[in-house]
């Protein structure tokens, strides 16, 4: 087992934004978290990538109960926000973020002409598109060879060609995966397993088939 | 009459939120505890209110660059140690700030046609002052980061944690540009002991200020 949750529970201030998240991710398993906006999706991959500290419950991560640099060295987070320096070229912030993981410029080669952005290399973040922005950032995320790999509504901003591009990316992906999401058709064409959220609470987990019946079901 | 209804309009919101103010009144009354503290000789004291100007402007921007583009969560997921986040930000803070001497105090003796009897002196002690302030601002920027008023709550913070700081680098400096060493030890303890405190402090509060 990769991530084990267990009646976690968040609270900022008054507002609870988790109220009972329990879910297990396997090896190698794709799961999509889907919920409605609001309903907890960023709080619990924020939680599970070590950002955030839950309130109650417990977190178990490749079999430690503290998100440390170990845990997070075998990990990889894609989310709608980039988490790219914008002042500095496309080669520049993956060789900062290499530098953290203690990886070579070999990899930073190979990502960027697997993702298609070694001609644009020396450009600045700031003259990417969105869709060369959302690209680098996955080549940032994968720069570890994560053994799980967390993509926070990265379809955000992305127009038809730039999804279908992630999508196709995604496909390709071997690792352990999270996706967030609140379109029920990506979580079906991504995910074999779907846990659906709503209000901070776990409202189904099981098969990502026919969720459209399961999301009206569970939703009334 | 629209400029008065403009007027009005933010006379109403700076006494609700008192940002402003707040932050004047603190420059205000800090530029005249530093005079006071340097009777007969104030361009010391001169010296340092321009370093803590440009310092309150600049070295908090490390941390809040980062939580401006949301990189700081890239640096929270990443395999790096907290405490390696807070001294990353005082080295960076420290150049930034070295730079700043190597312009501004010659540019300022000269204007102010003070010639130091020891320079050698007079240089460390501004430096030792000025990387005291660097790292008690930056530790505290991390712990306003939060907050949505940041920018204008950090002063608020800065101005009485550092002043036993500001106070004795100027009599300190003052000391070191008149060349009566007398009692020098005492305000150059303050400074280092200060340094230390705040460093340890950081060092120990950082994991809980940078993970919510």
Redesign the interface.
Known sequence: MIVRLENIEKSFGRFKALRDISFTLGKDERLALLGPNGSGKTTTVRIISGQIKPTNGKLEIFGKRRVDESVKRRMGVVSHNTFLYEDLTGYENMEFFASLYDVDGDRIKELLQELGLWKRRHDLVRNYSRGMKQRLSIARALLNKPELIILDEPTTGLDVEGRTRLFEMLSNFKSAMIFTTHNLQEAEQICERTVLIREGRVVYDGSSENLESVFQEVMQ | MKFLRIAIKDLRTEFRTKGTLNFLFLFAFLSIMLFSATVGDPEPALLWVVFIFAGMLGYSRAFLREVE???L??L??????PSSILFGKIVYNAAIMLILEVFVIPVFMAVFGIYPKNVLLSVIILTAGNLAFVIVSSSLSVLVIKSRARELLLPVLLFPIVFPVIISTVQAFTMAVSGNLDGIQGPISVILGFSTATLAVGYLTIDYAL??
């Open positions: 583009t949301g990189t969560d890239a929270r997921i990443s395999p790096v140690s993970i919510e």
